[in-house]
């Protein structure tokens, strides 16, 4: 391989992309441990309502967030169908909901567009970009943001 070809590919970003309520979206491979079929949650009361509650991922215990919702879309009454994208970003690891895995792009870094300014804040805050490819536009998503906070328990006195 020519020293030109390794460099080109070294620009590449490597990412998997989804769709959620009829729109694509992305998230790079590297936060992706694995794609699962849908399994039904154990609710969690006073969880947000885009936490759809929690899975044993063998032996551990993983929160399932419905990206649709946590995106401000319609919700996602999810069936058979439906998978679940496990991720870890900084030592947490979560369940996102999605209609189905589409691909597995390789991208380079020159081809991601800053997300537009007429966006609300929130907006560029999940995403890290748009990608205009094979005719269909993807947004980025900057799992970090999209993740809920993990709440601390405070000490008892």
Request: charged share 20%.
């Amino acid at each position: 391989m020519s020293a030109a070809a390794e460099l080109s590919k070294a620009d590449d970003r490597e990412l998997v992309s989804f769709r959620v309520g009829g729109q694509d979206f992305c998230v790079d491979i590297m936060a992706v441990r694995e794609i699962r079929g849908w399994t039904p949650a154990t609710v969690l009361p006073h969880a947000p309502a885009y936490i759809l509650g929690v899975i044993n991922l063998r032996g551990a215990v993983v929160p399932i967030v419905d990206l649709a919702a946590r995106m401000g879309l319609e919700p996602i009454r999810p069936d058979a169908r439906h998978v679940i994208v496990i991720c870890v970003v900084d030592h947490q690891t979560v369940g996102f909901l999605v209609d189905a895995v589409s691909d597995i792009l390789s991208v380079r870094h020159s081809l991601i567009q800053p997300t537009p300014a007429v966006s609300s804040d929130i907006t560029r805050a999940f995403f890290e970009g748009v990608i205009a490819i094979d005719q269909r536009m993807l947004r980025l998503i900057d799992i970090e943001a999209v993740l809920p906070p993990i709440a601390t328990r405070q000490e008892r006195p």
